[in-house]
């Protein structure tokens, strides 16, 4: 007997991958919250994968020339123009920015303090933004996932392609591939130009194929009641393995493999959550969130500095710890919540604002 309703192959926004997403949003705002190390470290295993691994599972092979660059221009369109119209709007306020002591010489991210931007500042950074996908300010720290989304996308459509007409060249095998090059990229750190490092790319085209792989094999089992319990069975075991928190970003060589193994299982027991969720009327919301994770992810850094001036103000605290990155640490055995809740509910009450008047403006 199963709780959750058939298989649908319709791809739609408002489904259990746009709950998915929305509980791979939130963990993310979570970890970046600074909560209990546990919590951080469970959140760590799947949150990013999860956006991936999601994208591949909407992956459509380019058959002609002609689909290659409809689909490299969709890739332009949902990730390149937001990753640069964010990243520009942010550097323009860089220097707003550190007058307010958001940004100061005093604190940063591990260190990192900054510094008035000169013009020629300016020109360096928005030449990088718009040419490498680098370089973009700090309260943007999250967008190297779009970055590594991009190439990763591209990386597998074009491959694919080029080798459509093997018919060894599957899915499946694809998805072997990218992980031992992953492993053999990050080992000897082979990194390109203006890409960067290569083992970031391919092992986040990895996590792309593998949604590719499991839209194949989706079947009324991958919700069972079984299934959930050993995916959350692995994803916990996760925590006995690991004793610190890893990602995708800057993952040891000897992590790949298990770090795979403990996210895609991670993955599965989100998407099994999701279908019970989508049971219930709390889908609503969730379909909202999930279909809105760029302002979530743009805007949530930025959020973090309400609670950060409560803290300051309630503790006594100088100003200048306003900079502090992402959050004001110290103290914060409770605190992340509300660093949790703040960085989720502002972005999307900006995004409801915005949306509701353009419908106003839409309907005179």
Request: charged share 15%; proline share 3%; aromatic share 18%.
């Amino acid at each position: 007997m199963t709780i959750t309703p058939p298989i649908s192959n319709k791809r739609s926004h408002d489904n259990y991958i746009a709950i998915a997403k929305a509980i791979g949003i939130i963990c993310v705002v979570i970890w970046h919250s600074r909560p209990p190390q546990w919590l951080g470290m469970l959140t760590m295993f799947f949150a990013v994968p999860l956006f991936f691994f999601a994208s591949g599972y909407f992956y459509k092979p380019a058959n002609d020339f002609k689909e290659l660059k409809t689909f490299y221009w969709k890739r332009i369109k949902g990730l390149y123009f937001p990753f640069v119209k964010w990243s520009l709007l942010f550097l323009l306020l860089h220097n707003i920015c550190f007058h307010f002591n958001i940004y100061n010489d005093q604190y940063g991210f591990r260190g990192e303090v900054s510094h008035l931007y000169s013009i020629t500042e300016f020109m360096k950074h928005a030449i990088n933004i718009v040419c490498t996908m680098r370089d973009n300010e700090q309260l943007l720290g999250a967008f190297w996932f779009i970055r590594a989304l991009f190439l990763g996308a591209l990386l597998v459509a074009t491959v694919q392609f080029f080798f459509r007409r093997w018919g060894f060249i599957n899915r499946y095998i694809m998805f072997f591939v990218l992980l031992f090059a992953s492993i053999v990229a990050t080992h000897f750190n082979i990194s390109i130009p203006v890409i960067g490092s290569i083992g970031l790319i391919l092992f986040s085209a990895t996590f792309y194929v593998a949604g590719y792989c499991y839209r194949k094999i989706e079947n009324e089992w991958c919700y069972s009641k079984l299934s959930l319990f050993i995916t959350t069975l692995v994803t916990f075991a996760g925590l006995v393995y690991f004793n610190r928190v890893v990602g995708v970003l800057g993952i040891h060589t000897a992590d790949i493999l298990p770090y795979s193994i403990v996210g895609l299982c991670g993955i599965v027991m989100v998407l099994n959550l999701s279908k019970r969720i989508e049971l219930h009327s709390i889908r609503s919301l969730l379909y909202y969130i999930g279909n809105n994770t760029m302002i979530i992810l743009s805007l949530h850094f930025i959020s973090f500095k309400l609670v950060s001036l409560i803290k300051i103000g309630l503790y006594g605290w100088p100003i200048e710890r306003l900079a502090e990155f992402p959050v004001i640490e110290q103290n914060n055995e409770f605190w992340w919540f509300l660093y949790c809740m703040i960085g989720l509910a502002t972005p999307l009450l900006i995004q409801y604002g915005y949306d509701n008047t353009k419908k106003l403006l839409c309907n005179k």
